[in-house]
C-alpha cells in the first residue's frame, strides 16, 4: 500500500471512528473540548505509524486505545488522579481487558450511550445554532474546519470560532455529558433533529454559492440520522425525519443537469430516483407510524415526500392528500413556509386560481419578504393562468433575491422564455 492508499484508509477510518473515540473520551474526561484533543493526538499518532507499521487489524480499537492512554495520562500529570480514581476505576478495568481476546466487546461496551450523549451535548440548545450545527459536524460527522467552511461558504477562521466558542460555552456552563431524561429529554431531542435536518436542507438545497447541491453534507446528515435512529428506536419522529431524508435523497442525480443546473421535480427523469434510498425512506415511515401516537412534523413530511415517491409520473401524484398533509402540518407547526408549499398543493389538486389565492394572502407577510420562493411560486402559478408579464416580473424578483448561483440562472431563465 502506498502512503497516498494509507493517508486516505487514516481519513475514511477518521471519519467513521472519530465520534465513537470523541465520545468515549468524553465519558473519562467530561469535557468535550478536552475529549476531541485527545482524539486528535490519537489520529496524529496513527498518521506518524500506520504509514510504516502497516494499518492495524482493528483500527477504530487502536485510535479508541490510544487516545484512551492518552486521556488518563494526562489526568495523572495534572494530578487529578486520586480525585477522578473512582471514575478512573472502570476505565483501568477496561484497559486490563484490552490485553485479553475480547478486545472488539471491550471497547464497543457502551458506545452507543456514548454516541448519544455526545449527540445531546453538541446539540445543546444553550449553543446557538450556528455553533450547533459546526460543532455537531466537526465531532459527529468527522468533518475538518476547512471542509465545514466549504460547506457553509464561511471562513476557516469564522467555523474554528464558532467551534471554539461552542466548546468554551459548554464548559462554562458546565453542560454535563449525560442523557437528559423525561421533559428535558424530550426538549433536547427536537434541538437534535432539528441540526441534523439544517444539516441536510443546506446540503440538499443549498441557499448560496454556485452549487444547487453539496451531496457530501445531506449524505453526512443522513448518516447521523440513521445512528440516532439505532439508538433510539423508540421514537417515531427520529424515523420520520429519516424517512424524510431517505426519500428526499433518492432524488439527488435526477435534480442536476450534466452542467450542474437545477432540475425541478416534475422534469425530472424518475428513473434516476434511487429506488433502495426510497424503499428505506418507505421503511422508516412506516417504523414510525407503528409506534403510534399523533404523527409530529417530521413523520408528516415524510408522508408528504412518500406521495411524490410512490407517483411514478408526476400525473398520479395524489396532491389532495398532499394538500391535507400540509394542512394538518400547518396546524401543528403554523409557519407561512408551510403554507405557501399547501398553496402549491391545492393548485395541482383545484387549479391555479386557488392556489394563488393563497399566496396572494402571504404577499405582505413579513417573515417572506425576502424569501425568492414565494415570488418563485406566484410566479408560476401567474404564467399558468396566462398572465405573462406578471408571471415575468415576479421571476426576475426571485431571481434578485435568492443567493444561489444555479438558481438565479434558471429563475431568469424561465423570465426569459415567458418574454420570448
Not at 483501568?92 to 490485553?99: F, T
Not at 464548559?171 to 433533529?193: I, M, T
Not at 431517505?246 to 432524488?251: F, H, K, L, P
Request: aromatic share 4%.
Amino acid at each position: 500500500m502506498t502512503a497516498a492508499d494509507t493517508h486516505r484508509t487514516i481519513e475514511a477510518v477518521w471519519r467513521i471512528e472519530s465520534p465513537k473515540v470523541v465520545a468515549g473520551l468524553a465519558r473519562i474526561v467530561r469535557d468535550v473540548g478536552l475529549a476531541e484533543d485527545l482524539a486528535q493526538d490519537a489520529l496524529v499518532a496513527a498518521l506518524e505509524q500506520w504509514p510504516s507499521a502497516g494499518i492495524p487489524n482493528n483500527p477504530g480499537a487502536w485510535l479508541m486505545t490510544t487516545a484512551r492512554h492518552r486521556a488518563i495520562d494526562l489526568l495523572r500529570r495534572q494530578s487529578l488522579f486520586e480525585r477522578k480514581q473512582a471514575e478512573l476505576g472502570y476505565e483501568i478495568e477496561v484497559e486490563q481487558r484490552l490485553a485479553a481476546p475480547d478486545i472488539d466487546a471491550a471497547l464497543d461496551e457502551d458506545v452507543n450511550d456514548d454516541l448519544l450523549r455526545l449527540i445531546f451535548t453538541a446539540c445543546h440548545p444553550v449553543l446557538a445554532a450556528d455553533a450547533r450545527v459546526a460543532l455537531t459536524l466537526r465531532l459527529l460527522g468527522g468533518l475538518t474546519t476547512a471542509e465545514i467552511a466549504r460547506a457553509f461558504l464561511a471562513t476557516e477562521s469564522t467555523i474554528a470560532q464558532r467551534i471554539v466558542r461552542a466548546k468554551k460555552t459548554l464548559a462554562d456552563k458546565r453542560v454535563p455529558f449525560e442523557l437528559p431524561r423525561g421533559p428535558e429529554r424530550e426538549a433536547r431531542l427536537a434541538s437534535v433533529l432539528e441540526v441534523v435536518y439544517l444539516v441536510f436542507n443546506e446540503g440538499y438545497s443549498a441557499t448560496a454559492g454556485d452549487d444547487w447541491m453539496r451531496p457530501a453534507l445531506f449524505e453526512d446528515a443522513l448518516r447521523l440520522g440513521r445512528i440516532l435512529a439505532e439508538l433510539t428506536p423508540g421514537d417515531a419522529e427520529v424515523h420520520g425525519l429519516v424517512a424524510l431524508m431517505e426519500i428526499q435523497a433518492s432524488r439527488s442525480k435526477a435534480r442536476v443537469g450534466p452542467h450542474g443546473e437545477p432540475i425541478l421535480l416534475f422534469d425530472q427523469n424518475r428513473a434516476h430516483w434511487d429506488h433502495l434510498l426510497i424503499r428505506r425512506g418507505l421503511t422508516a415511515l412506516e417504523r414510525a407510524i407503528r409506534l403510534g401516537g399523533e404523527p409530529g412534523p417530521y413523520q408528516l413530511q415524510a408522508a408528504i415526500a412518500a406521495c411524490h415517491a410512490r407517483a411514478r409520473v408526476p400525473a398520479e401524484t395524489d396532491w389532495t392528500m398532499i394538500a391535507t398533509l400540509y394542512e394538518t402540518l400547518g396546524r401543528l407547526t403554523p409557519s407561512p413556509v408551510i403554507e405557501l408549499n399547501r398553496a402549491v398543493a391545492v393548485a395541482m389538486a383545484s387549479g391555479p386560481a386557488a392556489g394563488l389565492a393563497i399566496v396572494d394572502r402571504l404577499v405582505e407577510e413579513p417573515s417572506l419578504q425576502g424569501y425568492h420562493l414565494l415570488p418563485s411560486v406566484r410566479g408560476d402559478l401567474l404564467a399558468k393562468m396566462g398572465r405573462a408579464r406578471e408571471a415575468r416580473e415576479e421571476f426576475e424578483r426571485a431571481a434578485s433575491l435568492t443567493k444561489n448561483a444555479r438558481e438565479r440562472a434558471l429563475l431568469l431563465e424561465r423570465a426569459s422564455r415567458i418574454a420570448g
